[in-house]
């Protein structure tokens, strides 16, 4: 893979912004494929470990929460880490945490073995996410929202390839062909290398180009911590909301319509597709019409649908469990961006926070659900989270940035 460093774009006023470089965002996009692929197989694989280790829900939830919390309480500190000093080659060293915990899950023979193995995973997550997602803006050039959108929908086509690689080798051939994924990872690991390299020799330039073509908000610190606040209940709205499908959707499908495990595996899989699929359209659209308009949109517009869903037929559970991902998903590439322009010399710090608070969100809410599930039942579940998207009326309350390139 050879990437060629972009020659700038001359504006007037002696400004110039780095174009954006399309190789990079494939290639890191590629990656974050590789990597929730990776990601996507533990809570796929749950029906069988909960067999294998004769599992409880509550069990099954803290298999999430060991790997959400692991992937999440890293995050905002990596950032800050690299934000003042770069690491170009964190992205491949972390995913040899992932190849050791993935390696280790094919053959661990203890529940507490399982739990081990899934927070090496996490701890390469909490590498790969925040200077994954640096990359990504530092590719960008005038296109954020694009960026993003690019970067998250390779980890949303992994998310929804995983389930079905668990569903056609993994549950037939049994859990130790988990470790022939060992190749994605070092396939990942020699990507995110050539990547390391391009980091390497464009951070300087770019991060100084960057910094002069951002017009600044000027929000007081009491709005921009407001907006913050805001933004995280979003967060938590929309990955309580997730988890809730990712976690527990199979068990429901099967639990409430009699489906066999595989054809539980689909049903995710529709839910998982419709969500890369959204993810595209997300951020270019903020680009254009603003960002808070596009959250307002994904969050709260989803709420009709999951509203519904408790209540649906197998059929029109695959139509909503469609719309609800197609929409959901376009929420987090605008409201990561949107949050790295009210502190833009924090990219780092802020792409961690809010990957690890969306981690954190998912992995609490997966023990919590599990939980209900077990003192009420798995349909119960869905009726709760049905109520999460109606948090998105606190969009309201956010500031119309006018922030863009010159």
């Given amino acids: 893979m050879k990437i060629q460093e972009a020659k700038p774009i001359q504006f007037s006023g002696n400004i110039d912004i780095q174009p954006t470089v399309f190789p990079i965002l494939f290639a890191i996009s590629f990656s974050h494929l590789l990597n929730d692929t990776i990601q996507s197989i533990i809570p796929s694989i749950y029906p069988q470990l909960k067999e294998s280790f004769s599992l409880n829900f509550v069990q099954v939830g803290l298999i999430t929460l060991t790997f959400q919390m692991a992937a999440s309480l890293l995050q905002p500190l990596v950032g800050m880490y690299t934000d003042k000093k770069p690491q170009p080659f964190s992205l491949a060293i972390g995913m040899t945490f992932t190849l050791t915990g993935l390696v280790m899950l094919a053959y661990v023979t203890s529940f507490s073995g399982v739990l081990i193995s899934v927070g090496l995973i996490g701890v390469g997550s909490?590498?790969?996410?925040?200077e994954a997602s640096k990359v990504a803006y530092m590719a960008a050039g005038p296109r954020r929202g694009l960026a993003q959108s690019i970067f998250q929908v390779g980890g949303n086509a992994g998310s929804a390839i995983g389930p079905l690689l668990a569903a056609f080798i993994i549950l037939p051939l049994g859990r130790h062909s988990i470790s022939w994924f060992s190749i994605i990872a070092l396939l990942a690991i020699f990507v995110l290398w050539r990547v390391g390299i391009w980091y390497s020799a464009s951070y300087?330039?770019?991060?100084?180009?960057?910094?002069?073509?951002?017009i600044p908000h000027?929000?007081?610190?009491?709005k921009i911590v407001l907006s913050i606040i805001i933004l995280l209940l979003l967060i938590f709205s929309k990955f309580f909301y997730m988890t809730g499908i990712s976690s527990y959707f199979t068990f429901y499908v099967m639990d409430r319509f009699g489906v066999s495990v595989q054809q539980s595996q689909l049903y995710l899989f529709i839910?998982?597709?419709?969500?890369?699929i959204g993810t595209v359209a997300g951020g270019p659209i903020g680009d254009r019409i603003g960002r808070k308009y596009v959250i307002w949109v994904s969050i709260l517009g989803v709420a009709p649908f999951s509203l519904v869903l408790p209540y649906a037929s197998l059929l029109w559970t695959g139509i909503l469990i469609f719309i609800i991902g197609l929409i959901l998903a376009s929420a987090f590439s605008s409201i990561l961006v949107y949050a790295q322009e009210l502190l833009p010399g924090k990219i780092g710090m802020v792409s961690g926070l809010f990957f690890g608070f969306a981690f954190g969100m998912g992995g609490i809410g997966s023990a919590l659900l599990g939980k209900l599930a077990d003192i009420t039942s798995i349909e119960y579940v869905y009726k709760v989270c049905s109520f999460l998207p109606l948090i998105g009326l606190f969009t309201g309350f956010l500031p119309n940035l006018k922030q863009q390139e010159v």
Avoid: D, G
């Fill in 204 to 214: 300087l330039q770019i991060n100084r180009r960057t910094k002069r073509a951002i």
């Fill in 126 to 130: 909490s590498v790969f996410h925040p």
């Fill in 218 to 222: 000027h929000l007081p610190k009491s």
């Fill in 271 to 276: 839910f998982l597709a419709a969500v890369a």
